[in-house]
């Protein structure tokens, strides 16, 4: 049993004393003991070296009271797991020598065997586990099929995804054959780590926003809620989708356990449009900014507007890389320390 289950509680819905918190990316960069790290170990060594992931992991859990562990991992080790070879450039970040551009680039990806390659995922969550000793829950995640495309057809980070898109709508036979080869490894991908002991999996779809409702429908949704249908049996599943509010109605209609919404969006509105299902977020990360004081004013008001129940707190997207330790202190404590009026 796990000792602190309020997360757990969050998902299933039921009441709770306060709202649970955790904070996307909390599982390094803004942490000097992950800098420290990073300056000895490149990213995707400490990704695939399951001692460093699993110590990435708790680095945050040992210095702050939170109420959830994810494992420090990225989305792209599942395309790296499928023969598509990024890399992580300083001052860049994802690379792809060859990008994906053709239906034959599309044809020569693969759907691996999970366990082979990304064995030190599973061990690095084994290690974790022990070292939680049922404390808190430890989330699991994947990027959306979507998303991974992005980089997979950009070869690198991009504001618009223009070539990406370029791809989807010039060669849909192509895109579509990519996005269900991602979501079939995905899906073997979640269904192991459920497997070996996270307790909630949560799917990043950062880029869905940069789409349109009707092309989203097509090339984002029904391939996220394909994972969910898969894993919805198995654990809590928890959607994630950067900037889109616009589909929160219908992801309200699949078997999640709760939704994310970022900053852009009002609770009262984000409720309106998700007839009761569970919210997390939607902390502005640059609010994080502000001072102590304002902070734990702000996430005061946050949960008086979610209300309570049904709901986790959390950021918007992931913790920016220099945020003051104080500040995410304060974000944290304002939750931890919370009393109804």
């Known amino acids: 049993m796990i000792k ?3 997360y757990l509680k969050a998902l299933r819905g039921e009441i709770v004393e306060r709202p649970p918190v955790w904070m996307m990316r909390q599982a390094g960069r803004f942490l000097p003991e992950f800098r420290a790290m990073r300056d000895e170990y490149d990213f995707f060594t400490r990704c695939q070296t399951p001692e460093l992931a699993s110590e990435i992991t708790m680095m ?3 210095r702050y009271p939170l109420d959830a562990a994810i494992l420090f991992s990225d989305i792209l080790v599942v395309p790296q797991a499928m023969g598509i070879d990024f890399e992580m450039r300083d001052g860049i970040g994802p690379w792809l020598e060859k990008p994906i551009r053709t239906l034959e680039d599309v044809q020569n990806v693969v759907v691996p065997n999970v366990n082979d390659t990304l064995g030190y995922v599973f061990d690095a969550i084994e290690l974790t586990l022990q070292k939680l000793d049922n404390d808190i829950p430890l989330i699991g995640f994947a990027g959306s099929p ?11 980070g991009s504001k618009t995804f223009d070539l990406a898109k370029k791809f989807c709508f010039q060669n849909p036979e192509a895109a579509h054959l990519l996005l269900q080869k991602i979501t079939d490894t995905t899906i073997a ?3 192991r780590k459920v497997e070996k002991g996270v307790s909630a999996v949560q799917v990043f779809d950062s880029w869905g926003g940069m789409l349109s409702p009707y092309d989203y429908q ?5 391939y996220i809620n394909q994972i969910v249908e898969a894993l919805s049996p198995l654990t809590h599943v928890v959607v994630f989708g950067k900037g889109c509010w616009f589909a929160l109605e219908d992801m309200t209609k699949a078997k999640v356990s709760a939704l994310g919404v970022d900053w852009t969006i009002k609770p009262e509105f984000a409720r309106e449009l998700t007839n009761n299902v569970t919210l997390q977020g939607n902390f502005d990360p640059a609010r994080l900014y502000s001072s102590p004081e304002t902070i734990k004013k702000m996430v005061r008001e946050m949960i008086s507007r979610f209300g309570k129940d049904r709901y986790i707190v959390n950021l918007g997207h992931g913790i920016l890389p220099n945020i003051p330790l104080e500040n995410a202190e304060a ?11």
Do not use: M
């Not at 979507?146 to 690198?156: M, Q």
């Not at 974000?331 to 009026?341: G, L, T």
């Open 146 to 156: 979507w998303t991974i495309l992005c980089y997979c057809v950009e070869g690198k």
């Open 218 to 222: 097509e090339f984002s949704w029904q």
């Open 189 to 191: 991908y979640l269904k």
């Open 4 to 6: 602190n289950d309020l």
């Open 331 to 341: 974000f944290i404590r304002a939750v931890v320390d919370w009393k109804p009026n």
């Open 60 to 62: 945050p859990i040992r």
